[in-house]
């Protein structure tokens, strides 16, 4: 799991998932599953009640608490998505 404080810290995974291009489905808000090289990694994206954003994913690299193209590419549906949701609020 790793502590979302901002865009730079994902610019490396974001330029790997752009180029792997995984698949990334939505299993409900929040949760995803995104294809890597064996199988599918779930990836949670969740905030605290202090408004701490933390991602996890079940992939070697996000158990050592790296960011991992997994969770960027997560990432990249879930902030859509939330912003979908705020429109609908309004
Ligand atoms: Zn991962």
Known sequence: MFILRGVD???SAITKAKKIR???EVDRFGRYRVSGSKGYYTV????DTRGIKAVECTCQG???????????????LHVGLAKQRQTATV
Not at 44 to 47: E, L, Q, V
Not at 62 to 76: I, R, W
């Open 62 to 76: 996000g158990e050592k608490d790296l960011v991992c193209y997994h969770a960027a590419a997560a990432l990249s």
């Open 44 to 47: 949670i994206c969740r905030k």
């Open 9 to 11: 810290q994902l610019s």
């Open 22 to 24: 995984p698949r990334v």
